[in-house]
């Protein structure tokens, strides 16, 4: 894993994650920044089964996004990883351990590089210790840039 100050939207890789929570809010933080620069990821979204939330929780859904010129980003991954919103600890733990194992499985059947977020440890109140940790199991074998903006 390596550490990229920088905004995710401009990593040159060929997949972006994100965590989301499972009731179709992209509304903050880095997911509001992702449905406006490509508003076919907030349109999956919205798609995506199952409907309800708590069967949303730890799936994956790899969006194919457009091509835009000078970049080289092919897909953006929601990862659900908190059934709600709110103030506190919001992300589940367990969710972004198997979202991360399906996102790992994901770009090394289709050889894509990765980059995402401290995912969990913004609004999502998670303790960002404990998930590297779980990235660091995960990608192992695998590169993973993970990018921050401060």
Same mark, same amino acid.
């Given at each position: 894993?390596?550490?990229?100050? &920088?905004?995710?939207?401009?990593?040159?890789?060929?997949?972006? =994650?994100?965590?989301?929570?499972?009731?179709?809010?992209?509304?903050?933080?880095?997911? /509001?920044?992702?449905?406006?620069?490509?508003?076919?990821?907030?349109?999956?979204?919205?798609?995506?089964?199952?409907?309800?939330?708590?069967? /949303?929780?730890?799936? !994956?859904?790899?969006?194919? *996004? /457009?091509?835009?010129?000078?970049?080289? !980003?092919? @897909?953006? *991954?929601?990862? @659900?990883?908190?059934?709600? *919103?709110?103030?506190?600890?919001?992300?589940?733990? =367990?969710?972004?351990?198997? =979202?991360?194992?399906?996102?790992?499985?994901?770009?090394?059947?289709?050889?894509?590089?990765?980059?995402?977020?401290?995912?969990? =440890?913004?609004? &999502? &109140?998670?303790?960002?210790?404990?998930?590297?940790?779980?990235?660091? /199991? !995960?990608?192992?074998?695998?590169?993973? &840039?993970? @990018?921050?903006?401060?």
């Amino acid at each position: 894993m390596k550490y990229v100050k &920088g905004d995710l939207l401009n990593a040159e890789v060929d997949v972006i =994650a994100h965590g989301c929570n499972c009731i179709q809010t992209m509304g903050a933080g880095i997911a /509001r920044h992702i449905a406006q620069v490509y508003p076919e990821v907030e349109k999956a979204d919205f798609e995506f089964t199952p409907k309800v939330p708590s069967q /949303r929780l730890g799936k !994956i859904d790899p969006v194919k *996004v /457009r091509h835009m010129e000078g970049c080289t !980003i092919k @897909y953006v *991954v929601n990862c @659900y990883t908190q059934l709600k *919103v709110g103030e506190g600890l919001q992300v589940d733990y =367990a969710a972004i351990e198997k =979202a991360m194992q399906a996102l790992h499985d994901f770009a090394k059947e289709k050889g894509f590089s990765v980059a995402i977020p401290k995912i969990g =440890a913004g609004l &999502g &109140g998670g303790d960002w210790a404990r998930i590297e940790k779980c990235l660091f /199991r !995960i990608f192992k074998d695998y590169d993973l &840039g993970i @990018y921050y903006l401060s």
